[in-house]
């Protein structure tokens, strides 16, 4: 590579960290007063890019860019009154998704006003072309990106240090129970601090719409991005985003430009896992303060005679199932047996663990992929397929969960959907062995298994064996120094429990759980592509799991089966169903909320 | 013999000593009380035995046995028992649960956690969830998750704070009844001087991270600089 190559891809890197920055920033700022993760940033920023190409067809592209930034700052005041706003004393997991109910609202609503296709923006009038550097030609506009990066910096660094506003959210990050305790007026600095954050999204987006078409799927890899910078740059610090942004977006650039894109994702988790062993706060970021008066578990009863005699009426409908003349109840059933052991999976971590896993469809999708692979280019047999699955996915919970239980909180939900992420994408691009965006075709178990009865068997013996085994952890002595490390992980190594052992370890059980499920579902479907493992399947999880309560140790289960049940005949019946299962998470969140509070 | 050996122990942080240099014995059966106005090091030591904090230089010893490097749950492992400041319990387990989780902690199968229960004196409440106990009762099941693992050394960190003035006295007599009885080694930090007055048999006060006097309880109350620390005057 000449120095004139390495000269243009740090350009071109130092171009792409400007909009992740952009971003990161605002994710940062709204996090650091509010303590919330906002899922939907990246759907702001994906709003931003559609409303600015809608808008530089009326108004031209210079006037559509601050006006698509301004209503997205509107759009972010109207969500913090209506509806964050109710939520900032619930615990971060029912934060969490109601924000990612606003993930699937929002991709409805653009899906519903600028349709499928990917919207292609105009060039900026007056940086259409290209200058010389170096001897090659560079995008004059991508020189203004560059530019906007360290600006709107400069901007927010002047507006946070030089101003009364900008001190008052450096306090509530610091401390805010202290900050309100002097008088600060919480509601305003709420709803400036994710005006600001919105607007930053907004004008991210809206800058990127030359370099990049306005699509439905960028909000989700956007925010995965965006969490990856936040954790390594330290979250609710704007210099360590900014940091990072450049670091991940230079390193990017030149995994591109040296011919080796598909190392960018490899080269990302390398960083981000040399700065989490050496700096677990990230690099500019200092450990979370204490949050002072956080909920209580309650206990986790053992089952009540009622309860044994539901299950045990269930388990005999289930096996008389196949007798019933409607065979697509069959098909909906297996799904739910399926789901029910993903969710039973998750649940271990959430619920005993304390650790909401925001990426357990990797551990999905590992066991899937294994699975399938096995079946079809090492022709194993049904059954050593299924074990490969069960295999990949401890596998993969034990290498990431390696890394997930040295943090905790939101760092370690953030930390699970940016491993998620990598795996969702190492998926999609390696076409050679995992057929990319296609996926993998003709999956299908042994001549024994072919009938859909047969396998519906297999399944229903499976699942209910796994999700009994992982009930009755909960009440073996792992399963007490599980929920001791959660209840009190000072306590718990005071009495001698290694906590990140017993953490590592329920990952690693978790993840072989949902290996076993991913590799069922193969089987059951015939064929698996990226979504098997996506952003949307973890998310599926942990909506089943509150929707059953996760005090519960039953309620994952039945929550799994309700909500498959619900996905297949909105899926099948509503056009607009995401959106509709962004209401469902909505309305059970703050009723949930309610409930408890 | 000292059960627990403490040699020139020193911690920083940044600037600030918090430990310069402390050294001192604490013997088996014996109960010593660790005093010092607020920043005097106390915690910071309390922290640095259980392997919370790395200790900058010195060493520590349990029975001749090193602890400097040893993570918490190994050295409470190795027989330190540890009841924090603010009473940690698993809240959302009962009281029995929680003696059961300390019993498991290191694989004892022979004690029953009704023993240690009733030695605390909460066997009526023993399947209350703790989350619902008032702060005195857990204090005390935190002492019973911590004698059910029969430590040889066990460290109190100012055990009485935050309890009614009645109920620390029970608390402390408890404690010092079950140190004899099981011959352990006790070390509690207090800033209640009935308390270390009433029930340490040896006094050792900490000033700015040293040692500034030590020995029995009159001679501790007896002495100058000490005098000088806690009422300014010389």
Known sequence: ?597 | MAILSIRALAKAYGGVKALAGVSFDVAAGEIVALIGPNGAGKTTLFNVLNGQLAADSGEVLLEGTSLVGCAPHRVARLGVGRTFQVAATFGSMTARENVQVALQAIHERHYKAETFLERVGVTERADTPCAAFAYGELKRVELAMVLAQRPRLLLMDEPTAGMAPEERGALMTLAAELARSENIAVLFSEHDMDVVFGFAQRVVALHLGEVIAEGSPDEVRSNPRLREVYLGDA
């Open chain 1, 1 to 597: 590579m000449t120095s004139s190559a390495v000269l243009l891809q740090l350009l071109n890197g130092l171009a792409g960290a400007s909009s992740l920055f952009l971003v990161a920033a605002g994710l940062s700022l709204i996090f650091g007063v509010s303590r919330i993760v906002n899922f939907a940033h990246g759907s702001l920023y994906m709003l931003g890019m559609y409303v600015a190409v809608w808008l530089s067809g009326r108004v031209g592209f210079w006037a559509a860019v601050p006006l698509a930034a301004l209503a997205v700052a509107v759009l972010g005041a109207c969500i913090e009154a209506s509806l964050l706003r109710r939520i900032y004393r619930a615990p971060e997991l029912l934060q969490l998704l109601a924000t990612f109910a606003l993930v699937l609202l929002a991709r409805d609503f653009a899906l519903w006003a600028w349709g499928p296709e990917d919207l292609l923006g105009p060039r900026a009038p007056g940086l259409a072309g290209a200058v010389e550097i170096a001897g090659q030609a560079f995008p004059q506009y991508d020189l203004l990106l560059i530019l906007a990066g360290p600006l709107v910096f400069a901007v927010l660094h002047f507006v946070l240090t030089r101003t009364r506003w900008g001190v008052l959210v450096r306090a509530a990050t610091q401390d805010r129970e202290m900050a309100s305790a002097l008088g600060v007026n919480q509601r305003w600095l709420f709803t400036g601090a994710f005006t600001l954050g919105a607007a930053l999204a907004g004008l991210g987006g809206a800058l990127a719409i030359p370099r990049e078409p306005a699509s439905l799927g960028i909000d989700l890899a956007l925010i995965s991005d965006a969490f990856v910078i936040v954790v390594v740059g330290g979250l609710g610090s704007i210099p360590g985003a900014f940091v990072a942004a450049l670091l991940i977006g230079v390193i990017k650039a030149f995994c591109i430009g040296l011919g080796y894109s598909k190392l960018t994702l490899v080269a990302e988790f390398v960083v981000m896992a040399i700065v989490l062993i050496l700096r677990p706060w990230g690099l500019l970021g200092r450990p979370q303060a204490e949050v002072r008066g956080t909920w209580t578990e309650v206990p986790i009863g053992r089952l009540s005679k009622r309860g044994a005699i539901a299950i045990a009426l269930l388990a005999l409908l289930l096996v008389v199932l196949p007798s019933l003349p409607d065979q697509y109840v069959l098909v909906l059933a297996t799904d739910m047996l399926v789901f029910a052991l993903f969710a039973a999976s998750l649940h271990l971590l959430m619920g005993p663990g304390g650790m909401a896993s925001f990426g357990h469809a990797a551990y999905f999708g590992l066991g899937a992929y294994a699975c399938a692979l096995a079946a079809l280019t090492l022709h194993w047999s049904t059954a050593a397929a299924l074990f490969t699955g069960w295999g990949a996915g401890a596998l993969g919970a034990a290498i990431f969960g390696w890394f997930c239980v040295r943090l905790s909180g939101v760092y370690l939900a953030m930390l699970t959907l940016a491993f998620a992420q990598i795996v969702w994408s190492t998926v999609f691009q390696w076409d050679a062995v995992t057929g990319g965006s296609n996926g993998l075709v003709g999956i299908w178990p042994e001549e024994w298994l072919a009938s859909r009865t047969a396998y519906y068997y297999v399944v229903l013996m499976v699942c209910s064996y796994a999700i009994f085994l992982l009930w009755r952890m909960a009440h073996t002595p792992f399963g007490y120094a599980l929920r001791a490390s959660r209840d009190s992980p000072l306590r718990a190594s005071a009495l001698g429990i290694n906590v990140r052992a017993k953490q590592w370890e329920s990952f690693i059980i978790a993840g072989s759980a949902a290996g076993v499920a991913g590799a069922l579902f193969a089987f059951s479907k015939g064929s698996i592509s990226p979504e098997t493992l996506s952003v949307q399947r973890s998310v599926d999880g942990l909506v089943m799991v509150l929707l059953g309560g996760a005090h519960t140790l039953t309620g994952p289960v039945w929550g799994a089966a309700a909500f498959t049940w619900l996905q297949d005949t909105m899926a099948r019946s509503v056009e607009y169903w995401r959106a509709g299962i962004g209401a469902v998470i909505l309305v059970l969140v703050f009723a949930r909320w309610r409930f408890s509070a």
